[in-house]
């Protein structure tokens, strides 16, 4: 782009002009040196040039100036040597870029410890082959293993007062004193621990049942043992039924127990066991 022109460039002739006064101004004096008598052996002393004047340089200049031309703008190289200065810093960037990632797998496989690889396992033993042999003998009676006693009912551990659902509209609960329940009618029983009928010293067992023709509720007390597991009725044909325990929380060292019978079992022995399975006391069918 080539800038505009001054409309009316200076005058060279008035800056002509003007010179002796700026020289008169700010030169000093021409008159010549007024030089002391030097010594017969000195040299003489050479005048010193006069300087021109501040205007004169600046007319010189502006003089130069206004007969440049400048030239076009180098728009097109500027952008071409911008372009290959981003492509350089481009290629630099990405080629940092691989050696970090490089540097950084290679950091991880040199810190990943290697495990050796298992021994190889040894070849299975191959089982002998089976020698078929004659089909052994029947077992007897007496070979086989004696038929184990039913599982102790769980004891519960009721508080004082606690009413128990027992089944076809029976309801139990034990205080401090004995036994208390109530049958489908309402009416309610008692039986006392604290009386002086019983003996809380020796293991032993009560009981009391009431029935019809289509079943019985049997229950009682079980008394003068710690160690109480399971209360069972011996029933006719050898059928035993497992009564359910009840006892107050502290092993005070007596419990009640209860349990129903069909219209087919016929009259029942209680029979008090241990935790152990020991027979400790049994009553005699009613």
Same mark, same amino acid.
């Given at each position: 782009?080539?800038?505009?022109?001054?409309?009316?460039?200076?005058?060279?002739?008035?800056?002509?002009?003007?010179?002796?006064?700026?020289?008169?101004?700010?030169?000093?004096?021409?008159?010549?040196?007024?030089?002391?008598?030097?010594?017969?052996?000195?040299?003489?002393?050479?005048?010193?040039?006069?300087?021109?004047?501040?205007?004169?340089?600046?007319?010189?200049?502006?003089?130069?100036?206004?007969?440049?031309?400048?030239?076009?703008?180098?728009?097109?190289?500027?952008?071409?040597?911008?372009?290959?200065?981003?492509?350089?810093?481009?290629?630099?960037?990405?080629?940092?870029? !691989?050696? $970090?990632? %490089?540097? *950084?797998?290679?950091?991880?496989?040199? #810190?990943? +410890? =290697?495990? @050796?690889?298992? /021994?190889?396992?040894?070849?299975?033993?191959?089982?002998?082959?089976? !020698?078929? $042999?004659? %089909?052994? *003998?029947?077992?007897?009676?007496?070979? #086989?293993? +004696? =038929?184990? @006693?039913?599982? /102790?009912?769980?004891?519960?551990?009721?508080?004082?007062?606690?009413? !128990?659902?027992?089944?076809?509209?029976?309801?139990?609960?034990?205080?401090?004193?004995?036994?208390?329940?109530?049958?489908?009618?309402?009416?309610?029983?008692?039986?006392?621990?604290?009386?002086?009928?019983?003996?809380?010293?020796?293991?032993?067992?009560?009981?009391?049942?009431?029935?019809?023709?289509?079943?019985?509720?049997?229950?009682?007390?079980?008394?003068?043992?710690?160690?109480?597991?399971?209360?069972?009725?011996?029933?006719?044909?050898?059928?035993?039924?497992?009564?359910?325990?009840?006892?107050?929380?502290?092993?005070?060292?007596?419990?009640?127990?209860?349990?129903?019978?069909?219209?087919?079992?016929?009259?029942?022995?209680?029979?008090?066991?241990?935790?152990?399975?020991?027979?400790?006391?049994?009553?005699?069918?009613?």
């Amino acid at each position: 782009m080539t800038p505009a022109s001054p409309t009316t460039p200076p005058d060279p002739d008035s800056a002509t002009d003007a010179a002796p006064d700026a020289v008169h101004d700010s030169a000093p004096s021409s008159a010549p040196y007024s030089v002391p008598d030097a010594a017969p052996d000195s040299a003489p002393v050479p005048r010193p040039a006069p300087r021109p004047a501040e205007a004169d340089v600046r007319a010189a200049f502006a003089r130069a100036a206004f007969e440049v031309t400048p030239g076009p703008m180098p728009l097109e190289a500027v952008r071409r040597a911008g372009r290959i200065r981003r492509r350089r810093r481009t290629t630099a960037l990405s080629a940092f870029s !691989v050696l $970090t990632v %490089a540097s *950084a797998v290679a950091a991880v496989v040199a #810190l990943t +410890p =290697v495990r @050796p690889s298992p /021994p190889p396992l040894p070849p299975a033993a191959v089982p002998p082959t089976a !020698v078929r $042999t004659s %089909a052994p *003998a029947p077992r007897t009676g007496a070979d #086989l293993p +004696p =038929v184990l @006693p039913p599982a /102790p009912s769980p004891k519960r551990v009721v508080a004082a007062g606690e009413r !128990v659902d027992a089944g076809k509209g029976w309801r139990i609960w034990l205080t401090r004193d004995g036994k208390h329940w109530t049958g489908p009618e309402g009416y309610e029983n008692f039986r006392s621990v604290v009386d002086g009928n019983i003996d809380l010293t020796a293991p032993d067992v009560s009981h009391q049942s009431e029935g019809n023709g289509e079943g019985a509720f049997h229950s009682g007390l079980y008394y003068g043992t710690r160690t109480a597991g399971r209360v069972e009725l011996k029933g006719a044909g050898d059928r035993v039924i497992v009564a359910t325990l009840l006892e107050l929380p502290g092993r005070p060292g007596w419990g009640v127990w209860y349990a129903h019978s069909g219209p087919t079992d016929g009259d029942v022995s209680p029979v008090l066991y241990d935790r152990a399975g020991k027979k400790l006391s049994s009553l005699p069918p009613s």
